[in-house]
């Protein structure tokens, strides 16, 4: 009977660590498909990812989910194969404010059509980008046009406004309504607005040089939607012509159905083709037919203006800011936009200001640097996540802590009492110390250790971002910023400014700054500190809008 028990007891201490094997097989060879194979580089598995997300965010995807949503979790779940040992290399504060930035859009946010002579670049949604990014800003999108030298781009009109800034190169820009046709000269730093419906071609008029052009493009039928119509093509694009039936056409052009298609089959190429030096030099000529305006705002003087022959509205050795405003050009006026070129000496820096009415974007067009802004809704954020993960905030959730220390937690109420320390607050858990909190309320009261009183404080993240060429932000209005030019090469900003009537740059540093404009006492009040100390700080920058860079200051290094 013995030797029964004993081998029996052997049989199944054996079948206990066959199971135990075969389940580590099977947990080797089917692991979370959310963390990637452990042979698998992290930062590999991470970046590919990211490439996910951007496919899974692209609009009319039916499981659309937003990009920075997405990418966090590829960045928490990146984390959490590194505390496992996974990775060696984590993750830089840089690189993850970056990657989750909501007002900073790289190369890889746009949705690109090339060709082999040039190509259009447009950004998404600026409101499907963020939810912070859905109020006026939203109405707008932003584009980049690129063409090859001595190349023609096919006529098409946009159901929406745009204003072009030339940002590299020459061109000629030819618009067509049925009065007539006007054709202009584009150089670098003009400024042109083309009327939606407006049917326009382009050519780029230089031998050598890439024509580059930014957009500010604001839809006119589905708020932040819109759609060039090419009359002229082939299969890509296809001319709208196409959609009509052959008896339409045949009537329409009194032509037959057979040679309407052979002209509309004609055009091999796609939007940007490639011109003759003979074409382009013809298609520089100017009007043959004398040119009556066809413009609605006058002239050609007055189609167009230059940044670049604007006298400077800021300047210093530091760097210089010009701007068009709608009274310098009064096709700016009703879409209430201003655009503006910010250069930024190398080593040099603008000053700390915000706009108290308009929203900016803007584009790198040169060099590289950094913006550094305030922000309280990513704060509000960082507070509410912290807040989710330490105070398990519900309705009525509570946790027993285990071990060391235990935590009781009841959610939010009505009067949002939080008890801790000190006060009545019942501990439970085993061993250690206990601690129950009852969540914030409507009222929002906090109680803390020892029974004081006071607020959530307002607080601000700072949101940094390198910048580059091609890198376009986007400022909402009171929002502080400063943009800080590298020490190897200037830092050139183009920017387009939304609702800009009365708008008011408020600088915050260096000469006029806004503290400084207030009464002794005020300032005694404010910082509570004597006025003779805050004048010594605010008073000692006498630089005006542009500075010296903190890579330039005799620290040598940036301050904190």
Avoid at 222 to 249: C, D, H, W, Y
Wanted: glycine letters at 10%.
């Amino acid at each position: 009977m013995a030797n029964m028990i004993k081998s029996l007891a052997f049989f199944l201490l054996l079948s206990v660590l066959l199971v135990s094997v075969s389940s580590l097989a099977y947990n080797s060879n089917h692991h979370d498909p959310s963390h990637g194979g452990q042979g698998q580089d992290p930062k590999k598995e991470y970046s590919e990812c990211r490439k996910k997300c951007q496919r899974e965010s692209e609009p009319g995807r039916r499981e659309h989910q937003p990009q920075d949503d997405c990418e966090r979790q590829c960045k928490e779940q990146y984390e959490e194969r590194q505390e496992k040992g996974g990775d060696s290399n984590p993750i830089t504060e840089g690189e993850s404010q970056q990657d989750n930035n909501p007002y900073v859009f790289e190369d890889r946010h746009f949705q690109t059509i090339s060709t082999q002579h040039g190509r259009l670049r447009v950004l998404p949604k600026f409101s499907d980008h963020s939810k912070h990014l859905r109020g006026l800003v939203s109405a707008f999108r932003f584009a980049f046009l690129e063409a090859n030298p001595q190349t023609f781009v096919l006529p098409q009109h946009i159901d929406a406004e745009l204003i072009l800034v030339v940002v590299q190169g020459r061109g000629r820009i030819s618009l067509l309504r049925p009065d007539g046709r006007q054709s202009v000269n584009l150089n670098q730093g003009d400024i042109l607005r083309v009327p939606a419906g407006t049917t326009a071609y382009l050519i780029n008029r230089d031998n050598k040089e890439k024509l580059v052009i930014a957009k500010l493009v604001q839809p006119i039928s589905t708020p932040g939607e819109f759609e060039p119509f090419f009359g002229v093509g082939a299969k890509n694009p296809q001319s709208f012509l196409r959609a009509f039936s052959a008896e339409i056409l045949e009537a329409a052009f009194k032509a037959k159905s057979d040679r309407i298609s052979r002209l509309l089959d004609q055009q091999q190429g796609e939007f940007v083709v490639k011109a003759s030096e003979e074409q382009i030099r013809a298609l520089s000529r100017k009007d043959e037919e004398g040119g009556k305006s066809i413009w609605p705002f006058g002239g050609e003087s007055k189609n167009k203006i230059n940044l670049f022959d604007q006298r400077p509205v800021q300047s210093n050795e530091f760097g210089e800011l010009r701007e068009v405003n709608p009274s310098d050009f009064r096709p700016l006026e009703d879409l209430d936009v201003s655009v503006s070129f910010a250069n930024i000496t190398q080593g040099g820096m603008s000053t700390i200001f915000f706009n108290s009415k308009s929203i900016k974007i803007s584009v790198v067009t040169n060099g590289e640097g950094e913006l550094q802004m305030a922000c309280p809704h990513l704060a509000q954020e960082s507070q509410q996540g912290r807040g989710g993960s330490q105070e398990g905030q519900g309705q009525e959730g509570s946790q027993e802590g285990q071990g060391g220390r235990g935590r009781s937690q009841e959610g939010q109420g009505q009067e949002g009492s939080q008890e801790g320390q000190g006060q009545e607050g019942s501990q439970e858990g085993q061993g250690g110390r206990g601690r129950s909190q009852e969540g914030q309320g409507q009222e929002g009261s906090q109680e803390g250790q020892g029974g004081s009183q006071g607020q959530v404080a307002q607080s601000y993240e700072r949101v940094q971002a390198r910048l580059r060429q091609g890198v376009v932000f986007v400022t909402p209005p009171g929002h502080p910023l400063t943009l800080v030019a590298s020490n190897n090469k200037n830092l050139e900003v183009l920017c387009f400014e939304i609702n800009t009537r009365n708008n008011e740059r408020t600088p915050l540093a260096g000469k006029n700054n806004i503290f400084d404009q207030m009464e002794r006492v005020a300032k005694e009040l404010a910082f509570n500190r004597p006025s003779k100390e805050v004048d010594e700080i605010l008073r000692a920058n006498n630089k005006e809008w542009f500075f010296k860079g903190p890579n330039q200051q005799e620290q040598g290094r940036a301050f904190e």
